[in-house]
């Protein structure tokens, strides 16, 4: 069964900067479109960052020159490096693995990321 286990988030204050993870037990983790998503109360799920098997990457305009994402192909990991963070940053942030020659997605469960003094 696949996995996608977040970790990293918790509470920071403005400006400051928080390292998501994500680890995939994807059997062939190369060939997924990795993305992270964000869901604040009362809002519907967006795209923060994504990022392609062969490192083509999108960002949100929200995020753009404070979010980084990589990967690491051998660890079967994504990251979401956030810096400059802010309150409107807080939300719960989720993994995603897309299939890139089907309509196959897997979410992991979340992790909640505060933003306040």
């Known amino acids: 069964q696949v996995q996608l286990v977040e970790s990293g988030g918790g509470l920071v204050q403005p400006g400051g900067s928080l390292r998501l993870s994500c680890a995939a037990s994807l059997s062939i983790f190369s060939i997924y479109v990795m993305g992270w998503y964000r869901q604040a109360p009362g809002s519907q799920r967006e795209l923060v960052a994504g990022?392609?098997?062969?490192?083509?990457?999108n960002y949100a305009d929200s995020v753009k020159g404070r979010f980084t994402i990589s990967r690491d192909n051998a660890e079967k990991k994504v990251y979401l490096q956030m810096n400059s963070l802010k309150p409107e940053d807080t939300a719960v942030y989720y993994c995603?693995?897309?299939?890139?020659?089907?309509?196959?997605?897997?979410w992991g469960q979340g992790t909640q990321v505060t933003v306040s003094s």
């Open positions: 990022i392609t098997s062969g490192g083509s990457i």
């Open positions: 995603n693995a897309g299939f890139p020659y089907g309509r196959t997605n897997y």
